[in-house]
């Protein structure tokens, strides 16, 4: 939220200094509540290991002994400990009819008021009507949202109009090296089966 209103301000033709207690929020040893440990999600987790984050996780699969300490990652059998407990909760899952409105009014609630809800997964795994009323009510602090449903959203939703949430356009992949690999990929995968073998990337249905 400091970063969008700050370059606002750097930008403006009507500032005249800096403030000195424009404060944002540290990262350093926060606690990071990530829901849905697949490959993204404990990448993620190498990540925020660099910043000595505490790091928290809820999947349907506890992950191995050795992974968990690789990246100092903590367990969480049950999302409501994770939510109670972590300053920012990112959502890295699939969207499922299962994961389909994950988040909503009564996991909002469970959140500190501090915290940061972060989704780089699916729009709908987030009930929105109930996110804009917890940001309204400041239930939680802020959100930061790389998808949203519809995307894009109609331009007079309430979520468009709030100052302590960011909306990006899907672009957490956004880039020309990622791209690249990804169609690269997707070659892999058609010619291996063209000629047989076995896929690299071979999703099994659940």
């Known amino acids: 939220m400091y970063l969008h209103a700050g370059c606002q301000i750097a930008v403006s033709p009507d500032t005249k200094h800096f403030a000195v207690d424009w404060l944002g929020v540290e990262v350093t040893r926060a606690t ?3 829901i849905g440990m697949g490959s993204i999600g404990y990448k993620v987790a190498q990540r925020a290991r660099a910043f000595n984050m505490r790091i928290l996780y809820h999947n349907r699969n506890r992950r191995r002994k ?3 300490e ?3 990652a903590h367990y969480c059998a049950k999302m409501e400990d994770l939510l109670q407990q972590s300053d920012f909760v990112m959502l890295v899952v699939n969207l499922t009819p299962e994961t389909r409105k994950l988040i909503g009014k009564k996991e ?3 959140m500190k008021p501090t915290a940061t809800l972060i989704n780089i997964s699916r729009g709908a795994v987030i009930d929105q009507d109930a996110l804009v009323e917890a940001l309204q ?3 939680i602090r ?3 949202l790389d ?3 519809p995307e894009p959203l109609p331009r007079d939703h309430p979520l468009l109009n709030l100052n302590n949430v960011i909306i990006t356009p899907h672009i957490g992949t956004a880039t020309v090296q990622a791209i690249r690999m990804m ?7 058609i010619l291996a089966v063209l000629n047989g073998q076995p896929i690299p990337s071979e999703v099994f249905p659940k």
């Open 32 to 34: 990071l509540g990530i």
């Open 66 to 68: 050795e992974e968990e």
């Open 70 to 72: 690789a990246v100092g």
């Open 108 to 110: 909002l609630g469970l």
């Open 137 to 139: 009510n400041k239930v």
């Open 142 to 144: 802020a959100a930061a």
């Open 147 to 149: 998808v949203t449903y």
């Open 183 to 189: 169609a690269e990929e997707a070659i892999a995968n």
